[in-house]
């Protein structure tokens, strides 16, 4: 009998790499606990690297939630040191999409980027999971508007779904990140060019300019080839940008 999962699932451990998913979802479905893998349709939601390597999410239903946490917590602290899944890498913090790696303080050395577009429902959001996918061994992304929308387009989710792209992404104010550091800030469209905050540093500020696809015409998924292109554009030159970045 396949196992229940109710609505909504929640990420619990991050993963690096198929291998590892693999043990941690055996190892909480050994203590009753059904989980899934993320992106198991698509072979990975945070996409494979060279090597074989990337990053899968395990995730339970919400009322194992507690349980799966204490349990992981405790498989770190060696409480299960005798069992098949001793020599399983401690991993990553149970905190989502942008967790750091507990063993690995190389992580703790990424640069950090922020991606500005005028709503925070497009563009940027695209541009936060792209990098947090394609990039997350040296940066971690950040994305806000000037003036948030409401939810992240549908169609964006759509599509990031479509390439194996893991994002729990929201509309957010620019005004959240006031007190952060950033080594780059790059804004997405004219309007987050105009009006980005003086109080981000102008001497870390790029503009790469696209196209809003939420400006497409057309009801439901007729400006669905928007989106794409908006998408494998990003995909094609933010990496690329942040590739090539050299602080001074």
């Known amino acids: 009998m396949s196992p229940h999962y109710t609505d909504p699932t929640v990420p619990v451990y991050n993963c690096k790499g198929r291998l590892q998913a693999e043990l941690i979802k055996s190892f909480l479905e050994a203590q009753n606990i ?6 198991e349709a698509l072979g990975s939601i945070y996409g494979f690297t060279e090597g074989g390597l990337g ?3 395990v ?3 919400k009322a194992d939630e507690l349980k799966a946490r204490e349990l992981l917590l405790a498989m770190q602290d060696g409480a299960f040191e005798n069992e098949q899944l001793a020599a399983c890498p401690t991993g990553c913090e149970i905190l989502g999409p942008q967790s750091k790696s507990l063993d690995d303080e190389s992580l703790d050395e990424r640069k950090k980027v922020l991606f500005l577009c005028a709503t925070n429902t497009s563009l940027s959001q695209f541009a936060e999971a792209i990098v947090n996918n394609d990039c997350w061994e040296k940066w971690v992304a950040f994305s806000a508007g000037i003036q948030p929308g409401a939810e992240v387009h549908p169609l964006v989710m759509g599509v990031l779904e479509e390439n194996g792209i893991f994002h729990q992404g ?3 104010p620019v005004g959240e990140f006031e007190n952060a550091l950033f080594d780059l800030v790059i804004t997405l469209d004219e309007s987050a060019r105009q009006a980005c905050p003086a109080w981000l540093d102008s001497s ?10 939420s400006t497409a015409k057309g009801t439901k998924a007729e400006p669905l080839p928007a989106f794409h292109r908006a998408f494998s554009l990003i995909r094609a030159t933010i990496p690329h940008v942040l590739e090539n970045f050299r602080s001074d």
């Not at 870390?204 to 696809?213: M, S, T």
Request: aromatic share 8%.
């Open 204 to 213: 870390k500020r790029e503009y790469i300019g696209f196209d809003d696809p």
């Open 170 to 172: 929201e509309p957010k």
């Open 55 to 57: 990053l899968v999410q």
């Open 59 to 61: 995730l339970v239903n």
């Open 34 to 39: 059904p989980t899934i893998l993320s992106g």
